[in-house]
């Protein structure tokens, strides 16, 4: 069981739910970090006491050491500080949850001192999943999935004998607030639309990928390493309800499935207590008060982000770090009402189609991929 954490993205959803549980299960933080939310992170890290504090920023350093001077706590800035943090020797266990690429180099160096990773970053094994993997494996570092579906996943293959037993993992989909919805309805969608999720409450970001579908193409690609599946080995299905978190099929037709109430903090717990389990305050679901359950194929029509996801996944590569930086950037562009929602899937089309995807990528040549899918999409917005 996890003693002690730094905590990658302290001020996000993820990060602030990470903290409630490490009161809950007295795990001591060793290290915060944040973008830029300095009046947060000053009120984290005064009730958390951690030895660092790292903000991306040398301005929001700045001020936040000044506002920390009558504590212990140091206080670093900028991609060094932050790797700092996921080095930091205290800290048996890192928790990535910032947003995008930026949690790649950080996982990375946390791999490298041979921590356990409780993994709520995405975009580091869409970007550079067979490259981080192989990093884990050469250090002994466990990864341990904190996103719903795919600690769904895990779970169900606790049990699990032999992994040529298993037939295909199944991610479930809730499908987004334009679930039902044609490409023509959805592109006329507003930002405050894209951020009325039907179950969850999560960052902006990742809400936004919720409601294109993207964020299951990202899960997808996840997935595929994280339990070592070719694509033709994952499916998405959608479910409405967000009560069964994902499945196991195994070979004899079998399926396992994980279900529980949409909390956060329970795949959070479980990341930092494997291969334990400890008590939990949340509300445990009652079956008896469940909605009934359906189940539909994603519409890769619609939702053309899905399917491009999954087509990269087939080609593997770079494909993905392009796909990921290319998203990222649209998504902030509608998120700052530059482009409509109609527009994000176009874009990052447009990316895929302009760069070229290299085979066997090192971290450079997956950096340098998704700075050119930046470039394209930001044009000369």
Avoid at 237 to 254: F, K, N, P, T, W
Wanted: aromatic share 4%.
């Amino acid at each position: 069981m996890t003693r002690a954490i730094s905590l990658l993205g302290s001020t996000g959803s993820i990060g602030r739910q990470t903290l409630d549980v490490c009161e809950q299960l007295n795990v001591k933080v060793e290290a915060l970090t944040a973008k830029s939310s300095v009046d947060l992170i000053e009120r984290q890290a005064r009730r958390f006491m951690p030895r660092l504090v790292a903000m991306e920023s040398l301005e929001a350093a700045a001020e936040l050491a000044r506002r920390l001077s009558d504590l212990p706590i140091r206080v670093a800035y900028g991609l060094e500080g932050i790797m700092e943090a996921a080095a930091l020797p205290e800290s048996d266990t890192v928790v990535t949850a910032v947003v995008g690429m930026a949690g790649l180099q950080p996982t990375l160096a946390a791999i490298d001192r041979g921590k356990r990773i409780a993994l709520a970053n995405k975009e580091t094994l869409v970007c550079a999943g067979e490259l981080v993997m192989a990093a884990a494996r050469r250090r002994g570092a466990e990864i341990v999935p904190v996103d719903s579906e795919h600690s769904a996943i895990f779970q169900c293959l606790q049990g699990c004998r032999d992994r040529g037993e298993v037939r295909r993992v199944i991610l479930t989909c809730s499908g987004g607030p334009f679930f039902g919805m044609n490409r023509e309805e959805t592109a006329r969608k507003t930002r405050s639309d894209a951020l009325k999720h039907p179950n969850w409450k999560m960052g902006a970001k990742i809400t936004v990928d919720c409601a294109t579908l993207m964020n299951k193409g990202l899960e997808f690609i996840e997935a595929m390493h994280l339990f070592h599946m070719p694509p033709e080995r994952v499916s998405v299905v959608i479910h409405r309800q967000s009560v069964i978190h994902s499945l196991v099929e195994y070979e004899d037709g079998a399926m396992l499935a994980q279900l529980g109430t949409p909390d956060m903090r329970l795949p959070i717990r479980y990341a930092l207590t494997w291969p334990h389990r400890a008590e939990s305050p949340a509300e445990p679901l009652d079956l008896l008060k469940c909605p009934p359950l359906t189940f539909a194929a994603p519409d890769l029509e619609a939702f053309p982000c899905l399917k491009m996801a999954m087509d990269c996944a087939k080609t593997g590569g770079t494909a993905g770090a392009i796909l990921s930086g290319a998203n990222e950037a649209a998504v902030d562009l509608f998120l700052r009402e530059r482009i409509s929602f109609g527009d994000i899937a176009p874009l990052v089309e447009k990316a895929l189609d302009a760069i070229s995807v290299k085979s066997n990528p090192t971290l450079e040549d997956i950096l340098e991929a998704d700075r050119a899918a930046r470039r394209v999409v930001y044009g000369g917005r």
